[in-house]
């Protein structure tokens, strides 16, 4: 799991990542009630490996946790949580030689998952100024200042007078 700064950072991050991000040979991501699938197989079950991308709060509000580990600080840190799985099908297991238990060392399934996650492509865009000029107006000074690293935050916190 990565833990981000806030519940809206780990929305965010799955929108902008279901809106950029793509997997080498394998396309872009399909959202499903809030979850980015990389290497989707609609209807079936896959073969080979998958990415997965969801929010660990919206998990813990759809499929609650025993009463005894409900509480504040846990429901705070899990709603910032983004969940990152590679799930690994049957024919990848045979392909990395790791279809039995005992095949598995200590550092695999880290080696695993980092390799897999290395393989997504953010898009980031040109930075056109098209861009800009499709936005409606409330929303152009935002984007400028997303573009040159500045945090809203920091932004929102100052007067801005048009």
């Not at 025993?66 to 690994?88: D, G, K, Q, Y």
Request: glycine share 10%; proline share 4%; charged share 25%.
């Amino acid at each position: 799991m990565l833990l981000l700064p806030t519940p809206g950072d780990v929305l965010a991050f799955i929108r902008a990542a279901h809106a950029t991000g793509s997997l080498i040979r394998r396309g872009r991501g399909v959202m499903h009630e809030g979850t980015l699938v990389f290497g989707d197989a609609t209807g079936r079950s896959f073969a080979r490996w998958q990415i997965v991308l969801y929010a660990k709060g919206q998990e813990i509000a759809a499929h609650r946790l025993p009463e005894l580990m409900m509480t504040s600080e846990v429901l705070e840190w899990a709603c910032r949580c983004l969940r990152a799985e590679v799930r690994l099908g049957r024919l990848e297991l045979e392909k990395q030689g790791l279809r039995l238990l005992g095949e598995w060392k200590a550092g695999a399934p880290a080696a695993m998952w980092s390799q897999k996650m290395a393989q997504i492509d953010f898009n980031e865009g040109d930075g056109s100024p098209a861009i800009l000029e499709n936005l409606p107006r409330n929303l152009r000074a935002t984007y400028a200042a997303w573009t040159t690293g500045e945090d809203i935050r920091t932004m929102l916190s100052r007067p801005t007078f048009y």
